[in-house]
């Protein structure tokens, strides 16, 4: 059984950083694309950014471009450096896997692995 465990998301103001972490468990991880998504209260289900397992490649929505960047130390854990954050980027973060590789990772019907969420939170 997979899980997904997200934290490191809080109250910051804005200006300010956070550092969010997604932890995989599994004995088998089908993780190749991981991503953030995030849904503000009232709005969809919104693409942050997507890693692949090989090479790293990296996609970044443009709302989070310059300001966001998502990594993974292996194959399970993965990470998103938030920078110069905005009070618009309050939402609940979630954390997500999926088994292949894509070229377009802000799909979230692609991912089969959903994290809880974590809270962030950016006062003006």
């Known amino acids: 059984q997979v899980q997904l465990v997200e934290s490191g998301g809080g109250l910051v103001q804005a200006g300010g950083s956070l550092r969010l972490s997604c932890a995989a468990s599994?004995?088998?991880?089908?993780?190749?694309?991981m991503a953030w998504f995030r849904q503000a209260p009232g709005k969809e289900r919104e693409f942050i950014a997507a890693i692949w397992r090989t090479n790293s490649n990296t996609y970044y929505a443009d709302s989070v471009k310059g300001r966001f960047t998502i990594s993974r130390d292996n194959a399970k854990n993965v990470y998103l450096q938030m920078n110069s954050l905005k009070p618009e980027d309050t939402a609940v973060y979630y954390c997500?896997?999926?088994?292949?590789?894509?070229?377009?990772?802000?799909?979230?019907?692609?991912?089969?692995?959903w994290g809880q969420g974590t809270q962030v939170t950016v006062s003006s």
């Open positions: 997500a896997a999926a088994p292949g590789y894509y070229s377009d990772p802000w799909d979230p019907l692609l991912y089969s692995y």
């Open positions: 599994g004995r088998t991880f089908p993780g190749n694309t």
